[in-house]
Nanobody, 121 residues
Framework: QVQLVESGGGLVQAGGSLRLSCAAS????????MGWYRQAPGKQRELVAG???????NYADSVKGRFSISGDNAKNTVYLQMNSLKPEDTAVYYC???????????????WGQGTQVTVSS
């Protein structure tokens, strides 16, 4: 059974920093994608940042230059370093991963349970 375990959320003042971690556990043969989405109250879930197996990354325009995503393939873990946080970054952040768990089947999409990030003004 594959699980994504997130950590690192919390309350921070505007201009501060937080680092989120997401560790995937279970029978994992390969990682196609790992990333972070967020969902604020009353809004749709949106992609914040992602990293694919080659190491290429992409970011939402709203976080470019402030957030940085990185991965540790040996630990099946992805990190999101969030700097210069703004109140509008307040949301529940969800880890997402597209993993290969069986060579006989296509990659499978997994979600973490979510971690709250609150930025006070």
């Amino acid at each position: 059974q594959v699980q994504l375990v997130e950590s690192g959320g919390g309350l921070v003042q505007a201009g501060g920093s937080l680092r989120l971690s997401c560790a995937a556990s279970g029978r994992i043969l390969g990682i196609n994608f790992m990333g972070w989405y967020r969902q604020a109250p009353g809004k749709q879930r949106e992609l914040v940042a992602g990293i694919i197996g080659s190491g290429a990354t992409n970011y939402a325009d709203s976080v470019k230059g402030r957030f940085s995503i990185s991965g540790d393939n040996a630990k099946n873990t992805v990190y999101l370093q969030m700097n210069s946080l703004k109140p509008e970054d307040t949301a529940v952040y969800y880890c997402n991963a597209i993993l290969i768990t069986d060579w006989q089947y296509p990659p499978t999409n997994y979600w973490g349970q979510g971690t709250q990030v609150t930025v006070s003004s």
